[in-house]
Nanobody, 118 residues
Framework: VQLQASGGGLVQAGGSLRLSCAAS????????MGWYRQAPGQIRELVAH???????SYADSVKGRFTISRDNANDTVYLQMNSLKPEDTAVYYC?????????????WGRGTQVTVSS
C-alpha cells in the first residue's frame, strides 16, 4: 500500500489550501483515512479522520475551518483547509488504518509542507 499526498504550499493567513491523498494497493473496504500534522519541535497530532462509512472526527483546533472528505471509489481523501492561521504551519501526513480480525495495518504518506504566513 502506498499513499501519495499533494496540495501543500505557502499561503497567507486567512487563505485556503486543499490537500489530497490517494491510496494504492490492496485496500480493505472498511478503513479509516486521515490527516496528521507535525510542527517543528512538536509531536505529531491528529487533524481529522474519516471512516469509509463517512463518519468524521476533527481536532478542536480545526473544527469549523477544515473539512475532510473522501472518494471511496478512488481511495482518496481530501482536506479542505479554510481560514488558515500561522499556527496551522506544519508538515501534514496522510494516514490509512485498516483492520481485520486479528490484524491491523497503519500506513503513512511522505508528508506535505503547509506554511501559513502572518
Amino acid at each position: 500500500v502506498q499513499l501519495q499526498a499533494s496540495g501543500g504550499g505557502l499561503v497567507q493567513a486567512g487563505g485556503s489550501l486543499r490537500l489530497s491523498c490517494a491510496a494504492s494497493g490492496s485496500i480493505f473496504s472498511a478503513n479509516v483515512m486521515g490527516w496528521y500534522r507535525q510542527a517543528p519541535g512538536q509531536i505529531r497530532e491528529l487533524v481529522a479522520h474519516i471512516r469509509s462509512g463517512g463518519s468524521t472526527s476533527y481536532a478542536d483546533s480545526v473544527k469549523g475551518r477544515f473539512t475532510i472528505s473522501r472518494d471511496n471509489a478512488n481511495d482518496t481523501v481530501y482536506l479542505q483547509m479554510n481560514s488558515l492561521k500561522p499556527e496551522d504551519t506544519a508538515v501534514y501526513y496522510c494516514h490509512l488504518n485498516m483492520k481485520r480480525p486479528g490484524v491491523e495495518y497503519d500506513y503513512w504518506g511522505r508528508g506535505t509542507q503547509v506554511t501559513v504566513s502572518s
